[in-house]
């Protein structure tokens, strides 16, 4: 069965923000877009090049309504160590959550049975916390983050636009098409 | 639990390809990297132009030994009307398959339940047939070939350069990474 | 147990008709005499000669007071798309209903296990919604739009003369027979 | 799930044919083209004038290879009576089947629940013994042997040309269809 | 455990009686004495032997306030038909029920599994549908219809004297035991 | 299901015979013709006027090769002691078993439940341990021996003379019926 | 688990007593102090010293409120004629029960399985119905009324003096002990 | 169903005896006579009294081959402490055996439930393991090891004597009775 | 699962303290601090003196308002007469509770399977009767008060001086440490 | 049922030592003593101090054949992380196992349901990889690393010295005591 439009499931974790421990439930995700942003483990190799490109496109998508959520099966004890001593984590300011009871990685099927790493696993979600796209990497590849803003954009404005849709490598600005009967086999 | 490293699951189908109907098994497909592409239906409005993006990219990934299979809940005559009428679709030289009976897009869960279409997902597998990455975007977003070929490209270079790992948005001839022991909590 | 006198299951699909989509549900077909014309695909060989049969038979039947929906598991755009290109199923004003989830061929037990098409299988249904008749050929027998007519005209004599019985390739206004205790053995 | 080409079910009976009881099992009819006409019970009116019917056709159908087999719930003491009584049963030479214990009413599905009498179903079976076509009329409608006359040369002319299917309401001498990729969508 | 005393189940079925058809179900059948006389078929060799001894004392026991209800698996058209042209049957004036759905005759425990035929089984029943004795012999051997006689008298006899009961080979007008301490171990 | 034809189920049971106790089970049983003569109660009442009837016919029985077998669930103590007592029961030579486990009672299907006590069940065996024919009356109806030699006599015929039948109310020396072809619906 | 101290189970039985047959039910035995003494069968050896040796302390019992059950797996029938014949049983004015259908000797666990025969159990039940003491021996040896006395009198010495327990061997009128603290390791 | 001729199971305890812990099993119990004395708790008042008694007649029956074990569900070093500081205890030769698993209480179905403490109950056993006899008192009753002692004198007889049963209060040397189909009745 | 933090089961038991009996059940202790010391069994060797070194420290835990509660599977009785006979166990004057039936050392998962006997368990309960600490050694290492009285004061520190944890090997009077988030990879 | 004496169960890990990952599995721990030294969480509070503790003892420990194993349900990423910058850690040299998969955690059952957290749980094994002893505190309070070393001592004394258990509070060198029967009762 098809992931998508499955909803978020409850859950709740500690995750290091700006300095604080902050306690954070499904009930407060819900409400907003938000991506839940995987990965292995910290103080490793791959993950904090993509939690740095991922901060970098953070105002955007701040702007956009979006809030972001990188999750490890750390605690939230470890990504404030890490965050104090490693100078690409130090400029985050998105939420880092502790999975370290392995719920959210299970929830949204990430973990590795038998290790207790989450894989590289992105999941945008709407505001009534159904997941509208995702993507998942190996260990060894590392993701993307202009193109999940691509997928964002295009996500907000379908949602946004009933009647038109977004094509293939569509970006802000490009032309939509409308669907009807008369396109049926014309494309 | 992750559903990255299963493995391909046994299957039937017939295809069209180059003007002709072939069958096709899970046997024919191993051995060789592989995209499975999924999309809703033929003779609709955002498929066509995600194919054409693709057709554009097969040539490149077929000299890196990579074979491509669309695929929708259609059967093999649709896929051979629809490639004879439009002309988005004519440029196809891949496999175009037709799982009318539903066993491919429920093998990689993207059939969408009471409704017998398929979401759009791409899954990248590695000549053992285990998948190694992927991705699910809703009906109204496209995708984008270019940065699926990004993707692939870093896939094959780690696996075949033991030791190294790719960073974030990395780009073919960019820079790797190799993991140690003094890298921990250094980057 | 026998089929006959079961009643039509719920059901959900988009049908073809009269250059529109339409929804249609079990709610829609009962209350008058129906036909559901299952085949196997679109775009193929035998189905669009007996469609069009079909198709020359309509104008009476619907004087009749019965519908006529033609049933495969392609979709409704398919289903535009063939009638777009093809002559003879161009002339089609009835009911073309896509059954891509396939719930229709399963409920009328016609769906091809691991195959993904339908039967050639005729039933008629009466107001009430219950099987009267039935016919199933195989792939290669194209069936006979003038001996259904036959059948339900007599299906229709019967139902609405009570005491009355129609023999054996009986026409319409030919003789009955009205069955009592005299004629048993007698005939 | 299809009732097509589902095969024979063992069973034992006994028959009147020619003057004499004769035993008969799936094994006998196993070899030859068969016909299984049930009706619901011997001395009633409407199943005379179809069994008259079919006797008409049964030197042609033995020409053509195919055996013919009524089947009621009644004995085959009861059929035995009711030929030596009834002019129209007195002409029948093919197998009168006793199916007092329901054994073949059930194998086929058309025994009405409660009521101990099968419905008018008429199933040919191939050489192999399995179901080819099947028709069914309820209790006041006659079927029509000329009909299944037309279907069973359809079928026997099917089967033994490969490549070619017959069309709607096709004739012995009529033309035939010839698949192939080339008339996908011109029909 | 013993079937003595266990109450006649629901049944609907149809009989033939005074050259017409009637409808019967347990309701008709309680409030008097019945006599339940299976056989195995109609137009065979004992049981019309049997069918006409009952017909002799059916006028006794019509007198004494006991119904008779012959049973066979044939339906209520072959028992017309056999009381039309057999000249023992045609003597009947009792009940000829017509089981054809087995329903009596798996109710009494004499279907003969995988045949579809009864047994040769007597049962008298009291007017609250209780059986109150039972008799059944093989294909071969006929019932005695005097002996059956001489049992109902007994059992008409016993229920309506309290304190006495009928010693062996008991016959109307004989003397009859009263039960008393006293009579422990005297007789 | 059919009682008839079911086999005597294995037993061991201590019994009565002329002035010993002796040990009995199927295994002895088997081999001759039988009559398990089922009765309530000793130092009772109809009971012992059934048993010196049958007393009576035990010569004759012994002659054709038929053993007896009276059973009550009474020991063969009581037996003994009723024997002593008994001017009617003391003429008793055959088997008079003791039944207090219920273990014949219960196979034959003659245990009143709840009180312990026997039917008035009679079962006669062919030598292979097969019940032929069977006869249950109530407490207070006694049965007749005379009958259940007619019907012994009757049953040894038939088994003894392939292709005859014995009819209604035959008596030792009537003629008999030889069902055939011919016979159907003239008798 | 314990047995002591387990009520009396539900029964119905009918027991012969003072020239009498008089229904008896666990209602009947509850309201008094009551023993239940069971033994294999009527017309044995062992059994009537026994019951003689209960008759002989029967009115003592009576006096101390105690009713007396006899009880075998043989019939209230069995019992009046064993009385009427045996010099010894004919002594007895206490309640001889029949337990043909086994309920007594089952509810407490004497029956032995397969043989149909009860163990010589005795049990003490209270006029609560509990079981408060029991004795079992086997088939050969036979028990002693004068010890049974004894501990009914003790028991129903300690149940009317609370505080007080007798000892080993105690006999009315002995000393009895008063449990205390400082008599703990005393003793 | 009766508890006579179990089979002891197997267990294993330590058990005090003649100044030393020594080590029992099932294994060592088997191949003589043996008597299970169970009784509440160590330190308290009934009890020693009846183990007092019990050693009294110790003597006699190590003559006779019996061994006695004495069992409460105190451990071995209870047992030891209170024949250290009691002087009834202080007397005792035979096995004290230590059941704070409560596996023995369990097997002879004497645990008090909830209660952790075992009834007043006595078992004989025969070499084989067998129980031959018993006897439960409650909490307030003593036994009496006198009685005991006959008890197992008669078994003892009995077992050794084919063809005599010891009858009710038999005492050493007074006569038995030899059981014969001529005494059935007579005593 | 953690065992800290479940709740004392219900549970009934007699315990001995200051020469006398006094029924004890789970409402009892709660309320209080608690301490359950479990060990093997009375008059054996380790055991002695670690419920002397635990007497030795009873006046400063009541002081502490913790109440103390040894057990063993041994009854009350055996406790009594170990305190009267030990010049170590008479100094207790703490709760010596019988456990012979199993139930408080099944809860706390202390008895040792087949043995009947409890581990040197130890166990303090807060005040709503969850644990919150424990420890267990063998039969062959006894335990040590004064460590046991180092952590229940700690653990009493820690419960009322929230915001602060009592490090490793604290005594009463040390530092304590106030977790905070400044203080994270910092100790 | 008592957690004594039960096997460790096999697990996988990977574990930093002496500024190596190596991995490490129940193979590698069994063959020597072993202590398991379970806390929550690395970067906090209470740990620290408990660890380095811990590490003073390690050179004893090593002396003596013990091996030690930290573990929490960090990755050994973070012990790594955490030795490198914590002065505290920096001084340990034993084994910091990584149970992010909760393996180890689960197996000792000092898992904190939903938390993802372990107990401060300590566990001492012999050789043959069978807890010996235990010990568990709850968040806020240390453990003591000299008890721990005092309990280790009495273990591998008492295991060395068969026929010897130390006492309460024993230390090295102190007296033991020697269990006989002699001194039941006596201590």
Redesign the interface.
Known sequence: ????NTTLKPFNATAYKD???VDLSDADVKGKWAVFFFYP??????C???L??LADIYPTLQKMGVEVYSVS???H??H???H???P?IGKINYYMVG?????LSNNF?????????A?RGTFVLDPQGEI????????????????LL??IK??QY??SHPG???????EEGAET?A?S?D?????
Chains 1, 2, 3, 4, 5, 6, 7, 8, 9, 10 share one sequence.
């Not at 483990?41 to 791959?46: G, H």
């Not at 990430?110 to 290790?115: A, F, I, K, N, T």
């Not at 038109?164 to 569509?170: F, I, N, T």
């Open positions: 069965m098809s992931v998508l300095g604080k421990f483990a910290d103080f490793t190799f791959v904090p090049t993509e740095e490109d099966t750390d605690t004890f470890c404030k160590a890490w104090d001593t490693s690409a999975d370290q009871n392995h719920a099927e990430v973990l590795r049975e038998g290790v207790g790493l894989d509208q796209l995702l993507e998942i990497t190996p260990e060894g590849v590392g993701r993307n983050a202009a193109e691509r997928k295009a996500l379908w949602v038109e849709v977004c094509p293939a490598k569509w098409l669907p009967l396109l049926v086999g014309k494309i």
